[in-house]
Nanobody, 115 residues
Framework: QVQLVESGGGLVQPGGSLRLSCAAS?????????MGWFRQAPGKQRNLVAS???????NYADSVKGRFTISRDNAKNTVSLQMNSLKPEDTAVYYC????????WGQGTQVTVSS
């Protein structure tokens, strides 16, 4: 059974950085899957933050362009999200996503940006 486990969330001051990681298990390799990070703030819908295709093409929400970087390591079955220059509006639960026809989600990790 495919499982995604996120890590790296926490409390950070505005302007700070965090690196989220997502480890996939139950699959031989993530190389055949598109991968992504979504986030959901309280009372709001879950929205795409960043994605990376099987070919390495990346896509970012306008609100995080230039601040966040998504990367994948197919050999380690992981996908990461480097978040710099964090803002209070980045506060949300961040979810890892893996998709190849069927979509899998992690349990989420809380990111709080506050002074």
């Amino acid at each position: 059974q495919v499982q995604l486990v996120e890590s790296g969330g926490g409390l950070v001051q505005p302007g700070g950085s965090l690196r989220l990681s997502c480890a996939a298990s139950g699959t031989r390799s993530i190389s055949n899957y598109d991968m992504g990070w979504f986030r959901q703030a309280p009372g709001k819908q879950r929205n795409l933050v960043a994605s990376v295709t099987t070919r390495g093409t990346t896509n970012y929400a306008d609100s995080v362009k230039g601040r966040f970087t998504i990367s994948r390591d197919n050999a380690k079955n992981t996908v990461s999200l480097q978040m710099n220059s964090l803002k209070p509006e980045d506060t949300a639960v961040y979810y890892c996503m893996m998709s190849m026809g069927r979509t899998y989600w992690g349990q989420g990790t809380q990111v709080t940006v506050s002074s």
